[in-house]
């Protein structure tokens, strides 16, 4: 059980506490409380006497399967207010930030029921802020942010190549959403030769057209989607390798992007990611900056405008980046891949956005991350791989954010890019490797729920696989694959067989 849902309360400890201070607290707090103050922050007293405490949620943190019409509950120990997309924040990582319909003021359980169904193996991100309050308008302690990943409901696993997508050149990151709110699944990529960002828009069957070309992008090297300014449509930014920026580009419906600033000072950025890693309901991002070797922490002012918060050094060659609770504590974490150094790095959240170095797991030429429950035993797992190795490594999380090699998968030349999603629609969550090094392939990696994985399928043709995503392209229920070719500027579309 995660450790937030043992003890959410952070209550005081008086123990040899002068009694007259403590007396002499407890009357101005019930002074201010009856001039209207809640006690719940915002400059206000915080004996954390009466904090509401989370007892469950459902579905569960980290489920892997959830219903795509599934409403998402928080049960406390206290009666609460009613929920409010400022307070009960709900995002889809394909989607942007969710609407819907608020139950349960006045009760111990709150709910957020989608107006739309979430996407096809979309993660969603559930953000119960610090202003979420209890009948009695005190407030949570602290923020709990989890994640959850929508089910596949079909597909087979194995892998067809029906298209491609040309002119992508030195094509290097990836990233799927539906970007003009049309219901189908498109792509973003990210070109290293061309500096720049091409938009491919889905024609709902799985046929992708090149619709716009953002220039000025300087070596791309990595992409992240996210809703960054909460208007309900998803958002992208881009890592520009030689420039030493992250650039945001708003989407202006229907799904044109606009460079509306960026993020400057930054070193050799090679990896990005995104999450809520304060808890106040909008979407941060982190950079990996290869070339100083560091993590740069870029705080969201809820409009969409990015500042760097915290650089976290002797990340050796930071390559790549993935978000997950690794502790179990109710706040978002990072796992970096460190290529100069040979390792992982886990980066341990306090709740306000604060990291500071944890444990370091060794993974040589670490160059791509994955996480998952492989083994569902409720704690988030992480996937690497190994550029150096050829191989890549099942880290499994013993739940308090310590993890150990449990699996390592070989032949995987020039391991380079790694996903994870249910690609047979049995429920766990699989993995898909791309191998730069030639021959260059895609390879499929099946769970057998146990978090065992055994290669399922090898899917040749490729030429130099950077970069990896999923959606499902055609609308059947089932999650397919695209692969980034740098060395023979396509994008590969791997339809997944019913």
Do not use: H
């Given at each position: 059980?995660?450790?937030?849902?043992?003890?959410?309360?952070?209550?005081?400890?008086?123990?040899?506490?002068?009694?007259?201070?403590?007396?002499?607290?407890?009357?101005?707090?019930?002074?201010?409380?009856?001039?209207?103050?809640?006690?719940?922050?915002?400059?206000?007293?915080?004996?954390?006497?009466?904090?509401?405490?989370?007892?469950?949620?459902?579905?569960?943190?980290?489920?892997?399967?959830?219903?795509?019409?599934?409403?998402?509950?928080?049960?406390?120990?206290?009666?609460?207010?009613?929920?409010?997309?400022?307070?009960?924040?709900?995002?889809?990582?394909?989607?942007?930030?969710?609407?819907?319909?608020?139950?349960?003021?006045?009760?111990e359980t709150l709910s957020f029921k989608p107006a739309d169904s979430y996407k096809?193996?979309?993660?969603?991100?559930?953000?119960?802020?610090?202003?979420?309050?209890?009948?009695?308008?005190?407030?949570?302690?602290?923020?709990?942010?989890?994640?959850?990943?929508?089910?596949?409901?079909?597909?087979?696993?194995?892998?067809?190549?029906?298209?491609?997508?040309?002119?992508?050149?030195?094509?290097?990151?990836?990233?799927?959403?539906?970007?003009?709110?049309?219901?189908?699944?498109?792509?973003?990529?990210?070109?290293?030769?061309?500096?720049?960002?091409?938009?491919?828009?889905?024609?709902?069957?799985?046929?992708?057209?090149?619709?716009?070309?953002?220039?000025?992008?300087?070596?791309?090297?990595?992409?992240?989607?996210?809703?960054?300014?909460?208007?309900?449509?998803?958002?992208?930014?881009?890592?520009?390798?030689?420039?030493?920026?992250?650039?945001?580009?708003?989407?202006?419906?229907?799904?044109?992007?606009?460079?509306?600033?960026?993020?400057?000072?930054?070193?050799?950025?090679?990896?990005?990611?995104?999450?809520?890693?304060?808890?106040?309901?909008?979407?941060?991002?982190?950079?990996?900056?290869?070339?100083?070797?560091?993590?740069?922490?870029?705080?969201?002012?809820?409009?969409?405008?990015?500042?760097?918060?915290?650089?976290?050094?002797?990340?050796?060659?930071?390559?790549?980046?993935?978000?997950?609770?690794?502790?179990?504590?109710?706040?978002?974490?990072?796992?970096?891949?460190?290529?100069?150094?040979?390792?992982?790095?886990?980066?341990?959240?306090?709740?306000?956005?604060?990291?500071?170095?944890?444990?370091?797991?060794?993974?040589?030429?670490?160059?791509?991350?994955?996480?998952?429950?492989?083994?569902?035993?409720?704690?988030?797992?992480?996937?690497?791989?190994?550029?150096?190795?050829?191989?890549?490594?099942?880290?499994?999380?013993?739940?308090?954010?310590?993890?150990?090699?449990?699996?390592?998968?070989?032949?995987?030349?020039?391991?380079?890019?790694?996903?994870?999603?249910?690609?047979?629609?049995?429920?766990?969550?699989?993995?898909?490797?791309?191998?730069?090094?030639?021959?260059?392939?895609?390879?499929?990696?099946?769970?057998?729920?146990?978090?065992?994985?055994?290669?399922?399928?090898?899917?040749?043709?490729?030429?130099?696989?950077?970069?990896?995503?999923?959606?499902?392209?055609?609308?059947?229920?089932?999650?397919?694959?695209?692969?980034?070719?740098?060395?023979?500027?396509?994008?590969?579309?791997?339809?997944?067989?019913?």
């Open positions: 059980m995660p450790e937030w849902l043992r003890d959410n309360t952070m209550g005081s400890r008086i123990g040899s506490k002068n009694i007259a201070a403590v007396l002499n607290a407890v009357l101005l707090s019930f002074f201010l409380l009856s001039c209207g103050g809640s006690g719940g922050g915002n400059g206000e007293p915080d004996l954390d006497i009466d904090r509401p405490k989370l007892s469950s949620t459902n579905p569960a943190a980290n489920d892997d399967s959830v219903l795509l019409g599934a409403a998402v509950t928080a049960t406390f120990d206290t009666n609460m207010n009613t929920g409010s997309a400022a307070t009960f924040v709900v995002y889809g990582s394909l989607s942007g930030k969710l609407t819907g319909t608020y139950t349960g003021g006045g009760s096809t193996g979309e993660i969603i991100e559930v953000i119960l802020t610090g202003n979420l309050t209890s009948t009695k308008d005190v407030a949570l302690a602290s923020p709990i942010v989890y994640f959850l990943w929508a089910e596949a409901t079909s597909g087979t696993g194995s892998f067809t190549v029906p298209s491609t997508i040309a002119g992508q050149f030195g094509v290097r990151a990836l990233a799927a959403g539906d970007w003009d709110s049309d219901g189908d699944i498109d792509l973003a990529a990210g070109n290293f030769s061309s500096n720049s960002v091409n938009i491919l828009d889905n024609d709902s069957s799985g046929s992708f057209t090149d619709v716009q070309t953002i220039t000025g992008q300087n070596n791309t090297r990595a992409l992240a989607a996210g809703d960054w300014d909460s208007d309900g449509d998803l958002d992208l930014a881009a890592g520009s390798f030689s420039a030493n920026r992250v650039n945001i580009l708003e989407n202006n419906p229907p799904g044109t992007f606009t460079v509306v600033g960026n993020v400057s000072g930054l070193s050799g950025v090679r990896g990005l990611a995104a999450g809520d890693w304060d808890g106040d309901g909008d979407l941060d991002l982190a950079a990996a900056n290869f070339s100083n070797n560091s993590v740069a922490i870029l705080e969201n002012d809820g409009s969409g405008l990015f500042a760097v918060a915290q650089t976290l050094f002797s990340q050796l060659g930071a390559n790549a980046l993935k978000p997950g609770d690794w502790d179990g504590d109710g706040d978002l974490d990072l796992a970096v891949a460190n290529f100069g150094s040979n390792s992982i790095a886990i980066l341990i959240n306090d709740g306000a956005g604060n990291f500071t170095q944890g444990k370091t797991i060794g993974a040589q030429g670490a160059s791509a991350l994955a996480s998952g429950d492989w083994d569902g035993d409720g704690d988030l797992d992480l996937a690497t791989g190994n550029f150096s190795a050829n191989s890549v490594s099942i880290l499994e999380n013993d739940g308090s954010g310590l993890f150990t090699v449990a699996q390592t998968l070989s032949s995987q030349l020039g391991a380079s890019a790694l996903v994870s999603g249910d690609w047979d629609g049995d429920g766990d969550l699989d993995l898909a490797t791309g191998n730069f090094s030639a021959p260059s392939v895609v390879r499929i990696l099946e769970n057998d729920s146990s978090g065992s994985f055994t290669e399922f399928q090898t899917i040749g043709g490729q030429a130099g696989v950077s970069a990896l995503a999923y959606g499902d392209w055609e609308g059947d229920d089932d999650l397919d694959l695209a692969a980034g070719n740098f060395s023979n500027n396509r994008v590969d579309i791997l339809e997944n067989q019913p």
